[in-house]
């Protein structure tokens, strides 16, 4: 960091009085706060990493009171870095506000090969931690396996199912996977059927795995109850908003059986509830249309059944298929594996947390395993007029949202509201984001008497990408949200 940015920092601290979800503040007037490696963790183990500001105390109103030396305070950060699993190498920088000297040191994020970084004295499950909106908070003993998982190539969809027989496996289904095998893979065929289930991870030493079940299983539910699809459909735009007469779902079913079976199923809810219209097309035909197309449908809920943790630690959690009146959510556990971020998603290939299930389904049910998932989502979407689907992965959790709001062809580029270009509307919600406000704020601002429609129209895109970002990230619907804008 050059001077002239960490002054730039400074003056964006006092302007909006808060910490943030990459700066921590530490005063130091009097020493070198002795517990850092809190902060050290949850840095190393962000997208981004961070930056911790010493010589600014939150507590006397963000007041800038100086470090007490600032070579001491370098070296004993450094030696508090140096009891860090992987090491911590800061960068520090040095500045003078206003005659008190203020102190910066940058914390990178590590490889994720080397994650997560703990602190060594307590150990991994003690000493590890993840950053979450302005605090450090103990990583859970899941989000440390899911590290640890990708690290050593475990594969969660090998366990064998002990209690599980090789009757366990559908018959109809085990011979039609068979004979798709001899279409698609010639040289596998070649092989007697257990060698064949053995090679694809269906079994293992005579023992159905989970990958097994999942593809050809007759009633995986069996020995994994949860591992199911709870689908359901919501009066309104929340939960706790009752029906007519006082219900709280106007639908509500749990789905099971084989990742095929679910999948079949699940598109049947989805279709038995989302509502039709009839269009002209431009040959004077009439045609259903539906409330979200359901190619993307289909892709959401495949990649949620394909690339959800089926380990030990989520098998007691079922995928959520949720539709509610402007939206469809469909939520899985396991949240995004590897190297991905994000930002990354339908732009470059992903790591694949079961790469058998994904493979085993391609030969079954023509699947593509070929990354094309989230670009068909986006596609289809943009094709049926609708807004962008949203993207989200937290802390172990992986959700898509598809709304029903529909863009017409003379409203693109404008909006609706007021008149002006998205791109001015963006600009001027980053320009008055420079201090954190609260959606009523914004809403305010751009004169549009809709939060919900600012907040899914410009505020979770502009989130999305980067532009914007929250206060209180893991509480996206807090009353106390704050969003500002990310240099």
Known sequence: MLVDELDALIERILSNRCEMQNVELKKAGKGTPEKLYDTLSSFSNQYGG????????????????????????QTRVSQQAL????????????????????????????????KPCFYKAVGRLRGSYIRVGESDEPMSEYEIY??????????????????????????????????????????????????????????????????????????????FPQMSITAMVVNGTEFGEPGAMGERFVDNKRIEGSVPQMLDEAMAFVRRNIRNSVVIDNEGNRKD???????????????????????????DSPIR????????????????YGRLTINDLGKRPADTRNPFLASN????????????GIPTIRREMELAGLRAPVFESFRGNFKVTLYNERINASDIGKDKGNGETEMAVKDKIRKFCTKPRTREEITELLGVGSIYYIVTRYLRPMIESGELAMTIPEKPKSKYQRYYTVN
Do not use: W
Request: with cysteine; charged share 30%.
């Open 361 to 372: 389904l391609e030969v079954l049910i023509n699947t593509e395993n070929r990354f094309s």
């Open 50 to 73: 961070g930056v911790i500001v010493f010589g600014i105390d939150e507590k006397a109103g963000y007041e800038v009171t100086g470090v007490y030396d600032v070579q001491e305070l």
């Open 146 to 223: 899911c590290y640890e998982a990708y690290k050593k190539k475990i594969r969660d969809e090998l366990r064998v199912v002990e209690r599980a027989e090789y009757d366990a496996f559908e018959k109809n289904m085990l011979n039609e996977y068979f004979f798709k095998i001899r279409q698609g893979k010639p040289q596998l065929s070649r092989l007697d059927a257990d060698n064949i289930l053995s090679l694809q991870g269906m079994c293992i030493g005579g023992k159905p795995t989970v990958a097994g079940l999942m593809t050809l299983g007759f009633f995986p539910q069996a020995f």
């Open 289 to 315: 249309r539906p409330e979200y197309p359901l190619v993307a449908v289909r892709e959401v809920i495949l990649n949620a059944l394909i690339h959800r943790d089926y380990s030990v630690y989520t098998e």
């Open 321 to 336: 298929v949720i539709l509610f009146k402007d939206r469809l959510e469909v939520e899985n556990p396991g949240g995004i």
């Open 83 to 114: 009891q860090m699993e992987p090491i911590v190498r800061p960068e520090f920088t040095v500045t003078e506000y206003k005659g008190k000297k203020v102190v910066s040191a940058e914390i990178a994020e590590i490889d994720d090969g080397n």
